[in-house]
């Protein structure tokens, strides 16, 4: 299982970006998914997931009403469309998926299994 985030870049706040994931080696379809970030010198936190076959989605306090996940079956892509970028929003962002298929939204760290390599954001002010 593979996962292979892209997207990042540098933005200035009040803009977007809209961050890809795409995902190999298993059924897409069957598994939750998740965006996390990591900003330096803090801890990696939870951004947003969806629950298996695209069903419900949950989002972290800073991201609702600004952030979006979703995904094409099709292309065995998960996305995060940010809009309204703050710089506080800088960090780098991972998506993620669990070991074992059938699961809800999942937030915390422990849950996910396999991660991809991380895409820079960056916010400036």
């Known amino acids: 299982v593979q996962l292979q985030a892209s997207g990042g870049g540098l933005v200035q706040a009040g803009g977007s970006l809209r961050l890809s994931c795409a995902v190999t080696?298993?059924?897409?379809?069957?598994?939750?998914l998740g965006w996390f970030r990591q900003a330096p010198g803090k801890e990696r936190e939870f951004v947003a997931s969806?629950?298996?076959?695209?069903?419900?989605?949950l989002y972290a306090d800073s991201a609702k009403g600004r952030f979006t996940i979703s995904l094409d079956n099709a292309k065995n892509t998960v996305y995060l469309q940010m809009n309204m970028l703050k710089p506080e929003d800088t960090a780098v962002y991972y998506c993620?998926?669990?070991?074992?298929?059938?699961?809800?939204?999942?937030?915390?760290?422990?849950?996910?299994?396999?991660w991809g390599q991380g895409t820079q954001v960056t916010v400036s002010s």
């Open positions: 993620a998926s669990p070991f074992f298929s059938g699961t809800g939204n999942l937030r915390e760290e422990r849950e996910y299994y396999f």
């Open positions: 969806l629950a298996y076959r695209g069903g419900n989605t």
């Open positions: 080696g298993r059924t897409f379809s069957s598994y939750a």
